[in-house]
């Protein structure tokens, strides 16, 4: 029988849709308790690190990165952190934050649970990489000044990073293959049936997106991304402090 603590670890370390398949797999080959904790911790990064490339779509990951850092330079600018930008490194400096976001959603596309139709697990997905942005450089604040980024610069980068990252999130969810199957299925019918689904005008979009989903929709994506920060931008500059 295995470790019951350490089942439970296992279990809650293990991305969703590996639980069952891997503590199986470890029973059934674990014929002591000692062999069985060994094992556990030994395939747990693989597994992880395998689900995440299973999960990722590497052009997204690039536009959301980009998503992100746009948002902490459209902060540094409007609080007009000019001196923080040109004679502090700022530019180097705003991809730490970024980094560390990154890095995040990663993991986290390897715990995204595919049966989950929830509209609100992109939102918690880009809050909670953030929010771990926001404390990575609460820790450097401390230990590393040189490496920090000003406090209003990470409010405004991280919500504006979380607008994006959910609107991109929404469109293009993390990829799996149970994704795969139920959206095509999902597809079929709106193709056959259209709104008189009873589909909503966002799950018809999404799904189309999801259809589309090829180097021509991400460039769409970047496109409509930049679009948005143009806009963005355009409107700071009529309501920052002073202009």
């Not at 209003?152 to 293009?172: A, D, E, K, P, Q």
């Amino acid at each position: 029988m295995p470790p019951a603590l350490v089942e439970k670890l296992l279990w809650f370390l293990l991305p969703p849709a590996c639980r069952e398949h891997v503590l199986g797999d470890l029973q059934e080959k674990s014929k002591f308790p000692k062999e069985y904790t060994r094992e556990g911790f030994a395939v747990l990064a693989p597994v992880i690190a395998s689900r995440i490339r299973r999960t990722t779509d590497y052009q997204l990951l690039l536009i959301e990165a980009f998503a992100i850092y746009l948002s902490f330079l459209a902060g540094a600018w409007y609080f007009e952190e000019k001196s923080f930008l040109y004679q502090h490194s700022g530019f180097a400096r705003l991809a730490l934050p970024t980094f560390i976001a990154v890095i995040a959603m990663l993991v986290g596309n390897a715990y995204f649970e595919p049966v989950t139709k929830s509209r609100i697990s992109p939102i918690l997905q880009s809050t909670v990489s953030l929010t771990l942005a926001f404390l990575g450089q609460a820790l450097i604040f401390d230990s590393r000044p040189g490496l920090n980024v000003p406090l209003g610069v990470m409010l405004f980068g991280s919500g504006t990073s979380v607008l994006f990252l959910s609107i991109l999130r929404t469109l293009f969810p993390p990829i799996s293959p149970e994704v795969t199957a139920r959206r095509l299925s999902q597809l079929q019918g709106t193709r056959q049936a259209g709104f008189s689904s009873g589909a909503s005008l966002f799950e018809y979009i999404r799904r189309i997106a999801f259809r589309y989903r090829s180097n021509s929709a991400i460039a769409f994506a970047c496109a409509a991304l930049l679009l948005a920060a143009v806009v963005l931008l355009g409107v700071l500059a009529r309501t920052r402090p002073g202009g």
